[in-house]
């Protein structure tokens, strides 16, 4: 938790590339992101810091980001791995699963009873 709190950006959300695969350059920070901003915000919540201030900043991001038409995130830039070093890839599901799952987590806890996650039946 401490890690990911640490390394929200200004704007709200979390991003990275594949700069961090090198040494010197993993300190970097990048272009927040939809899709990795719900990776970050869906971690927090699953420790059940659903109250913590950089859960609503990451929430407000997502709820701020442009979207296309079609109502995906946009989010132009390669974030996963083909091979570290050599070539990158774009997943289009990303900006359009992660940040939905985000907000409906997000609004689920918040709505419920109980503010922790919940495992098993």
Not at 38 to 49: D, I, P, Q, R, S
Not at 67 to 90: D, I, K, M, N
Request: glycine residues 10%; hydrophobic residues 40%; proline residues 5%.
């Amino acid at each position: 938790m401490d890690w990911l709190i640490k390394h929200q950006n200004a704007d709200g959300g979390w991003g990275e590339d594949g700069a961090t695969y090198w040494k010197e350059r993993r300190t970097e920070h990048k272009a927040s992101t939809p899709s990795q901003t719900a990776w970050a915000v869906l971690g927090l919540m699953a420790a059940g810091e659903v109250e913590h201030p950089a859960v609503k900043r990451g929430i407000e991001f997502i709820m701020a980001a442009p979207r296309e038409a079609s109502g995906r995130w946009q989010e132009p830039w390669y974030t996963a791995v083909g091979f570290p070093r050599v070539f990158y890839l774009r997943y289009h599901g990303y900006a359009a699963i992660f940040p939905l799952w985000a907000l409906a987590r997000y609004k689920g806890l918040k709505t419920s009873n109980t503010k922790t996650a919940r495992y098993g039946m």
